[in-house]
């Protein structure tokens, strides 16, 4: 975190499926801490909406230029001396990947984009016996995705785990629809506890299902979000994750 108050000015740039840049949009705000969220808002007209038969991904491209006009002690900033004193610059750039789509309910249907979808799919139970852990490169996960559209699927559902970010990339290019659930797979018929049985499991789940959600939410593919798999003990603990989750982002179903 900074000690001191910093100017910062946001600068917007989105790419479109086309790879067509569109209008840049600069946003000015003050920062005073690391831990500090802005929200702002880009307008974009004629959206390529993502799905199954479309996977158009868009780009966007952060960049921030903040300044100070205080000493920032111990920092490794670029400093500059002007005739007000000292002044530190600093800047840096981030670029995610995106795609516009809207998953909701109606009764018992699933509505993307307001159209009617029927989920055909298979699960992924990270069986991967040979390394003890699934594969971490885009390619293999890029031929997955590949075979489950070549059987006419859409769908695949990871029981009880959740995949890396190149299975999220590799669903989001082949336009796949991800169902992804926390390592919570806790009744007596598995292993000696349940829910709840120690007192870790409600920060632990809770905090878990919120970095699920921060660290791969931009990926459009990611349409469902479970807590895990034949969960028995404290029910009140799993409601109470699936409802902090719909209020925290809602971006996906639960």
């Not at 990947?97 to 307001?114: V, W």
């Not at 559209?149 to 970010?165: I, S, T």
């Not at 469902?224 to 034949?230: D, V």
Request: with cysteine.
């Amino acid at each position: 975190s900074y000690m001191n108050r910093q100017q910062a000015r946001l600068t917007l740039t989105v790419t479109d499926p086309d790879g067509r840049k569109l209008q840049s949009r600069t946003y000015e705000t003050t920062l005073f801490n690391s831990g500090q969220v802005e929200h702002l808002f880009y307008g974009m007209d004629a959206i390529r909406w993502w799905d199954e038969f479309h996977p158009d991904l868009y780009r966007l491209t952060v960049s921030i230029d903040a300044h100070s006009t205080e000493t920032s002690a111990g920092k490794a900033h670029s400093l500059e001396r002007t005739s007000t004193g000292e002044v530190w610059k600093q800047t840096d750039e981030r670029t995610v990947t995106f795609g516009m789509r809207r998953i909701a309910r109606e009764g018992r249907k699933f509505l993307l984009n307001g159209k009617q979808i029927s989920l055909r799919g298979t699960t992924d139970c990270a069986i991967h016996p040979i390394t003890g852990y699934p594969p971490m490169d885009l390619e293999t996960w890029r031929n997955k995705m590949r075979i489950v559209k070549e059987y006419g699927m859409n769908h695949v559902r990871f029981h009880a785990w959740c995949p890396p970010e190149c299975a999220f990339q590799a669903a989001d290019e082949a336009g796949v629809y991800l169902s992804v659930e926390m390592p919570f797979w806790l009744n007596k018929d598995v292993c000696p506890l349940e829910a709840g049985d120690d007192p870790i499991h409600r920060p632990y789940f809770t905090q878990e299902a919120i970095t699920i959600s921060k660290t791969y939410g931009n990926n459009p593919s990611f349409l469902l979000f479970s807590n895990g798999n034949e969960i028995m003990g404290d029910f009140e603990l799993l409601e109470d994750i699936t409802v902090l989750m719909k209020g925290y982002d809602k971006r996906r179903l639960y």
